[in-house]
Every structure is written in C-alpha cells, then in structure tokens.
Antibody
Framework: QVQLQESGARLVKSSETLSLTCSVS????????WSWIRQTPGKGLEWIGY???????NYNSFLKSRVTISVAASRNEVSLKMTSVTAADTGLYYC????????????WGQGTMVTVSS | EIVMTQSPATLSVSPGDRVILSCRAS??????LAWFQQKSGQAPRLLIY???TRATGIPPSFSGVGSGTEFTLTISSLQSEDFAVYYC?????????FGGGTKVEIK
C-alpha cells in the first residue's frame, strides 16, 4: 500500500528556512495532489498548500509569501520549503495525498515534528 | 475563510454508547465535508468523505450525515479503539479548513 515518509531538519533556527521532503513508496506521485498540513497546539490542523504531480500549486494565503512546494516525480518525492520561520511555525508537519484538488485527504504520512529555536 | 466549529470539545462516554459529534460550517460547504480520527501519537485517518461516504476499511459503525452548514458523525456503539480525537474538514472553498476537534474520552 502507499506510504508517505516525511524527512528533514527537526530543529530550525528562527529566521531561517524549514525544509522537508516527503518520500512516496508503494505508489506514484501521479496522478495525485499532494498537500502539506501542519498541526500546532495553538492553531490545530492547518492546510499549508498543495502541488499537483505535474507541478501546479495552490497555497494558503496566510503563508503564501513564505512557502514553496515542489515535486520530483522521477524520485517520487514532494518537498516543502518555508522561509523566515518563527516560533509560531513549530509543529507537526504532515505530507498528505488527495485524489483531486478539492478532495478528501485520503493518505497521510506519520508526520515530522519541527521545532523553531531562537 | 470558512470556520469549522465542532461540538462538544470533549465527550466522556462508556464503551457501547452511541456517540454523536457535531460540526458546523460558517458558510455553505455543500457535501464537501470529511471526518478524520486521530489517535494519540498517530496521524489523522480519513473516516468519511462527501459528508456520508465511508472511506475504505471504515466499519459501518461510523456514519455521517449533513449538507450545507450542519453535519454529524455518529458512532453507533463505541469500541475501546474508538477513543480518539475527531476532526471535520471542509473542501468546498479555499483555503481548506479543519474544525478544532472533539475528544472522545472514557467516562
């Protein structure tokens, strides 16, 4: 079955860039949409943005200026970069698959905890 | 942004109880509503999409109804493995938004 595994730096300094990768196994990035969702004690579950396997993106406006999501179809990977992080960006980051742009999130990675330190 | 409001925040119940969780949207989301279950230390798991369609492998003890702005998730007979936090999420408008969750705990 399809499995998603997030990886990347767990500790990021304030004002620096958060970088995460989602590796897809047991399936292909095609023809799906791939979102990043984070979970924080203060805001709960927040949708960050998505990328289509062919490269189209859509971001939540509250993070849009700081976020880039990319896909490497040949490696079956999806990536997230978030610039100028602050303590408010500390949380559990999930990679999630959905079959359509506006569709239910059907497969989730286990999540990776990212802490922003000062 | 559509605000999703779940009630109650916490529900204390006994195994075997029938449980009804509520989710309200601040504007019409049609039937574009999903429910997720999150157990401690795990990622959320899709239970229901399209307001009432069970996801693959979800038992019939879980059922969802509603459309527009009012939705409910019913667990017909709570099992020990069903104690968890439940979230609703709308996918009708951008940005996609989640409710704050209802924790179902043992009485």
């Amino acid at each position: 079955q399809v499995q998603l595994q997030e990886s990347g730096a767990r500790l990021v300094k304030s004002s620096e860039t958060l970088s995460l990768t989602c590796s897809v196994s047991g399936g292909s990035v095609s023809p799906y949409y791939w979102s990043w969702i984070r979970q924080t004690p203060g805001k709960g579950l927040e949708w960050i943005g998505y990328i289509f396997y062919s490269g189209g993106t859509n971001y939540n406006s509250f993070l849009k200026s700081r976020v880039t999501i990319s896909v490497a179809a040949s490696r079956n990977e999806v990536s997230l970069k978030m610039t100028s992080v602050t303590a408010a960006d500390t949380g559990l980051y999930y990679c999630v698959r959905h079959p359509s742009a506006m569709g239910a999130f059907d497969i989730w990675g286990q999540g990776t905890m990212v802490t922003v330190s000062s | 942004e559509i605000v999703m409001t779940q009630s109650p925040a916490t529900l204390s119940v006994s195994p075997g109880d029938r449980v009804i969780l509520s989710c309200r949207a601040s504007q019409n989301v049609n039937s574009n509503l999903a429910w997720f279950q999150q157990k401690s230390g795990q990622a959320p798991r899709l239970l229901i999409y399209g307001a009432s369609t069970r996801a693959t492998g979800i038992p019939p003890s879980f059922s969802g109804v509603g459309s527009g702005t009012e939705f409910t998730l019913t667990i017909s007979s709570l099992q020990s493995e069903d104690f968890a936090v439940y979230y609703c999420q709308q996918y009708d408008n951008w940005p996609l938004t989640f409710g704050g969750g209802t924790k179902v705990e043992i009485k």
